[in-house]
């Protein structure tokens, strides 16, 4: 299993997490190309917590995992390491086939998920 906060500072990028805003629909995390940033939305993480209740810290540190795997095909788009493809919902499912193949989720993340891509 490869470790997405490890690939991630090897590039260069910074994770960290913050607040996006209240945006309709999923937005678990976002790349920032300039700033070479990937940030986990804090209100994505809480709604999980309150959709899942307790946590545990593997919970959690599956959770941002994954976003960050997910940012880091949105930053091989960027750089020109990938196709980026057409339409923006090829792109997140092609980043969340990618994250997958990283980060093994579990039923109550991969529900999460899907009912967020919704």
Do not use: K, Q
């Not at 997490?17 to 995390?29: N, Q, T, V």
């Not at 990938?82 to 499912?93: D, I, L, M, N, S």
Request: hydrophobic share 45%; proline share 4%; glycine share 6%.
């Amino acid at each position: 299993m490869c470790d997405p906060r490890r690939a991630a500072a090897a590039a260069g990028i910074a994770v960290e997490l913050a607040d996006l805003g209240a945006w309709a629909g999923r937005l678990i995390s976002e790349y920032d190309a300039p700033a070479r940033t990937i940030r986990v939305n804090e209100r994505a993480l809480a709604a999980y917590r309150r959709t899942c209740g307790e946590l545990d810290p593997c919970a959690v540190r599956a959770f941002i995992d994954f976003a960050v795997a997910h940012e880091l095909y949105h930053h091989r788009e960027a750089a020109g390491e990938v196709e980026r493809r057409t339409p923006r919902a090829a792109r997140e499912t092609a980043a969340d086939e990618f994250a997958r193949g990283w980060v093994p989720i579990d039923a109550r993340l991969a529900a999460f998920l899907e009912r967020e891509a919704l």
